[in-house]
T-cell receptor
Framework: DTGVSQNPRHKITKRGQNVTFRCDPI?????LYWYRQTLGQGPEFLTY????????KSRLLSDRFSAERPKGSFSTLEIQRTEQGDSAMYLC????????????FGNGTRLTVT | GQQLNQSPQSMFIQEGEDVSMNCTSS?????WLWYKQDPGEGPVLLIA?????ELTSNGRLTAQFGITRKDSFLNISASIPSDVGIYFC???????????????FGSGTQLTVLP
């Protein structure tokens, strides 16, 4: 078990372009989360999957953002028509279904929109 | 919405000193977690607290879940250089089966340990 894996680690894109990030959770975890973290702040919740079902979405997740987890394993987060304000660290986390199962985070994808 | 106030924002301490940081919430949480984040990496779980009044240790780290459910503190004893990093508290609402564990994070405490 290598923990939560995120790719790419860094992404630089021009404003208006689309980007996609991938997250591979810990293999036995059926819950997967996306968070966003800006400089000097703690992570903020974006969305959550249980298996392949997207069960919750934050109001931070605008229409330009879409997340999928088609087979209940890896997940992708796509941002369309990127804006400079999208620049942040995008963190993925996973947990098992137990009531007290803590979240384990990956090392994130650092997005810079120029 | 829920907000967490974490203090202090930053600390500079001498190696060997003890450290204390805390978080307070405007509403009740049923789970408190403490994470450490190093530059360019994701948060790593240090301690999880699930019961009001609970006091839990992990090596030199000790954390407590406040009895009001609106606060938690983290102590680090005998600090060493590798303790440098950003420490985040995080709270979650009651984790009934099937509900999401949306964590609300504090804004972090930047710890610097001077040799």
């Amino acid at each position: 078990d290598t923990g939560v894996s995120q790719n790419p680690r860094h992404k630089i894109t021009k404003r208006g372009q689309n980007v996609t990030f991938r997250c591979d959770p810990i293999s036995e975890h059926n819950r997967l989360y996306w968070y966003r973290q800006t400089l000097g702040q703690g992570p903020e919740f974006l969305t959550y999957f249980q298996n392949e079902a997207q069960l919750e979405k934050s109001r931070l997740l605008s229409d330009r953002f879409s997340a999928e987890r088609p087979k209940g394993s890896f997940s992708t987060l796509e941002i369309q028509r990127t804006e400079q304000g999208d620049s942040a660290m995008y963190l993925c986390a996973s947990s098992s279904q137990g009531a007290n199962s803590p979240l384990h985070f990956g090392n994130g994808t650092r997005l810079t929109v120029t | 919405g829920q907000q967490l106030n974490q203090s202090p924002q930053s600390m500079f301490i001498q190696e060997g000193e003890d450290v204390s940081m805390n978080c307070t919430s405007s509403s009740i949480f049923n789970t408190w977690l403490w994470y450490k984040q190093d530059p360019g990496e994701g948060p790593v779980l240090l301690i999880a607290l699930y019961k009001a009044g609970e006091l839990t240790s992990n090596g030199r780290l000790t954390a407590q879940f406040g009895i009001t459910r609106k606060d938690s503190f983290l102590n680090i004893s005998a600090s060493i250089p590798s303790d440098v990093g950003i420490y985040f508290c995080a709270g979650a609402e009651s984790p009934s089966s099937g509900s999401a564990r949306q964590l609300t994070f504090g804004s972090g405490t930047q710890l610097t340990v001077l040799p």
